[in-house]
């Protein structure tokens, strides 16, 4: 591109490059910027032409050659000052081609805020870009885009909030649900396990159809290894809530946690099988630059530079991770086991066979998950032959 174009100037955004501004424009010769951390009006300065050493958040490449970090920006909190993204969708996107099995089609993604006040080990944004504080838009300005989106998009069947975990502030989660019950919407979001019942009543009875929730675990010392914050107990009491109320759940899992063991792994799959959330879906333990868990697994050697890529060629993820008493191998072996364990039951068959039946909707969303999951299965034997060599 640059030879095609010799004024034209590439930057980069992201976790990766976030935690390591100065290591990625030294490795990428040709980047020219590294918008760090949030990066909004970082990248918004750039494009308006300021002069590059008095932009906030900004590391560049002089004409020299020399590398500068600026001082960082600080953290957004009057979040309502970011433009809505659905006018852009509906500019630049055809919003039927994108598709997620566990929602509606077509849907609608969109962020209320930022941050995760929990502190799980693993996870990437919020120890990263996002932070620990939960900023977030204030409901007029979420409800809006929302009443505005149903207009601009007639054909949405759902609307889902990506915030890293949307009912970490309830009472703001319930004023919004009450307005998007006024506008008739079907919404999901992600949830931690532990909303009161009476919060998910309100959600309900506003329109919330699905929850999509980080378990990861079965096995209380792994959550606790991980710093989940979060009781066994806890969350089989609102899983029980969730089904009694008839919203779904699309459970999250992850194997080769710190801790992890053969014997953890049965009980991981066992829980699951319990607890029976809707669909599920199942990671490696990834020790993304940047989080607790890389850390920690560099200083205890459970990361070996032959497996330190997170995913393979085809972009399947990989298992980076071993222990003393696992092997990358079997961590990866299981997950297809888990998925087995979960799916490949007369009750679970037969549910979403009934579901598949009474909705062409349904039929259609679960048909094509079904070929999806066999590709995964064929480049996942792929990626074995790798790991295995
Ligand atoms: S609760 Fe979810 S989003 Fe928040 S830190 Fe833990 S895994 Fe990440």
Redesign the pocket.
């Known amino acids: 591109m640059k030879a095609e174009n010799p004024d034209l100037k590439i930057g980069m955004i992201g976790a990766k490059v976030a935690v390591d501004a100065d290591g990625s424009l030294k490795t990428g010769e040709v980047i020219d910027f590294v918008a760090r951390n949030e990066f909004d009006f970082t990248i918004k300065e750039v494009a308006d032409g300021h002069s590059w050493s008095s932009i906030k958040g900004l590391s560049y490449r002089t004409e020299a050659g020399a590398i500068v970090h600026n001082e960082d920006r600080a953290i957004l909190h009057d979040m309502d000052s970011l433009p809505w993204v659905t006018p852009i969708y509906q500019r630049d996107l055809k919003i039927e081609n994108y598709f997620i099995g566990y929602l509606k089609h077509p849907y609608i993604s969109i962020y209320s805020g930022r941050g ?5 080990t ?6 990263t870009v996002g932070g ?1 504080v939960y900023r977030t838009r204030s409901v007029e300005n979420v409800v809006e885009e929302i009443a505005w989106s149903k207009k601009a998009f007639p054909q949405v069947k759902e609307f889902f909030f990506d915030d ?2 949307f009912t ?1 502030d309830l009472p703001r989660a319930e004023a919004i649900a009450k307005g998007l019950g006024k506008l008739g919407v079907t919404w999901s979001c ?1 949830a ?1 396990a532990n909303v009161p019942r009476k919060s998910l009543e309100v959600f309900k009875e506003n329109g919330l159809r699905l929850l999509l929730v ?1 378990y ?1 675990s079965g096995n209380q010392q792994i959550l606790y290894n991980i710093k ?2 979060m009781r066994i107990e806890v969350a089989e009491r609102f899983t029980k809530d969730c089904h009694d109320l008839g919203i779904a759940i699309h459970g999250t899992f992850i194997m080769g946690l710190p801790g992890e063991s053969e014997e953890t792994i049965r009980e991981t799959i066992e829980w699951a099988r319990k607890i029976n959330p809707h669909t599920i879906q199942v990671s490696l333990a990834a020790p993304y630059p940047g989080t607790f868990l890389y850390k920690q697994a560099i200083e205890n050697g459970w990361l070996d530079a032959e497996h330190a890529e997170l995913v393979d060629d085809n972009g399947v993820q990989i298992a980076p991770l071993h222990y003393p008493n696992l092997s990358h191998e079997r961590i990866f072996e299981n997950v297809e086991t888990f998925y087995k364990a979960f799916y490949f039951r007369p009750k679970k068959i037969a549910s979403i066979v009934g579901e598949m039946l009474t909705s062409p909707d349904m039929m259609k969303r679960r048909l094509r998950e079904g070929v999806e999951f066999r590709e995964f299965l064929k480049d996942r034997k792929g990626a074995g032959a790798t790991v295995d060599a």
Do not use: A, Y
């Open positions: 995760c006040k929990s502190r799980c693993f996870c990437l944004w919020p120890q620990h890293d975990t970490d992600n931690k980080g990861e989940k914050g």
